[in-house]
């Protein structure tokens, strides 16, 4: 005998169907979501909605900051070049940041080099420079790529 609450074998193909459907329709959210770090402007925009933040935007003669306040009391700069690249994230608030929202296809990369900074080990990827500081309620920290940074424009610029 059969439980009530199992499905009949003529519906299982169409639940396992939906399953599918909802798993994929996830996936592509999350990947609408994508963060910035490497990308151009409109990924900025997405992350304004994913992390429901302000955004003020300050344009310069080599690059352009876009500020993301969140409801947090965290700051974000990001830094995007006349080339459309986000080449930096500065942060600086009571939280830290989204790190897999902020940095996407660079998220492993970070979560390596964190995982080295713990064990007292010197960083192994020079592509990718991590900075952070802070204790509860005041952190900050800067990621950015150095191979990115626009000709003339050095990496104590960026803060």
């Given at each position: 005998?059969?439980?009530?609450?199992?499905?009949?074998?003529?519906m299982t193909r169409w639940v396992r169907l939906l399953q599918q459907s909802v798993c994929a329709s996830l996936?592509?959210?999350?990947?609408?979501?994508?963060?910035?770090?490497?990308?151009?402007?409109?990924?900025?925009?997405?992350?304004?909605?994913?992390?429901?933040?302000?955004?003020?935007?300050?344009?310069?003669?080599?690059?352009?900051?876009?500020?993301?306040?969140?409801?947090?009391?965290?700051?974000?700069?990001?830094?995007?070049?006349?080339?459309?690249?986000?080449?930096?994230?500065?942060?600086?608030?009571?939280?830290?940041?989204?790190?897999?929202?902020?940095?996407?296809?660079?998220?492993?990369?970070?979560?390596?080099?964190?995982?080295?900074?713990?064990?007292?080990?010197?960083?192994?990827?020079?592509?990718?420079?991590?900075?952070?500081?802070?204790?509860?309620?005041?952190?900050?920290?800067?990621?950015?790529?150095?191979?990115?940074?626009?000709?003339?424009?050095?990496?104590?610029?960026?803060?």
């Amino acid at each position: 005998m059969r439980a009530w609450f199992l499905v009949p074998r003529s519906m299982t193909r169409w639940v396992r169907l939906l399953q599918q459907s909802v798993c994929a329709s996830l996936l592509l959210v999350s990947c609408a979501a994508q963060a910035v770090l490497g990308e151009g402007l409109a990924s900025i925009y997405q992350a304004q909605q994913s992390l429901a933040s302000t955004l003020k935007a300050e344009p310069g003669a080599q690059y352009s900051v876009y500020t993301h306040s969140l409801a947090n009391g965290t700051v974000v700069r990001e830094y995007l070049s006349r080339q459309d690249v986000v080449f930096a994230l500065v942060w600086q608030g009571p939280a830290w940041p989204d790190y897999e929202l902020m940095l996407g296809r660079f998220y492993d990369r970070f979560a390596t080099l964190s995982k080295q900074r713990r064990a007292g080990q010197a960083p192994t990827d020079t592509g990718l420079v991590v900075e952070m500081s802070g204790h509860m309620g005041a952190l900050r920290g800067r990621i950015y790529l150095p191979a990115q940074l626009p000709e003339g424009v050095t990496p104590g610029e960026v803060k």
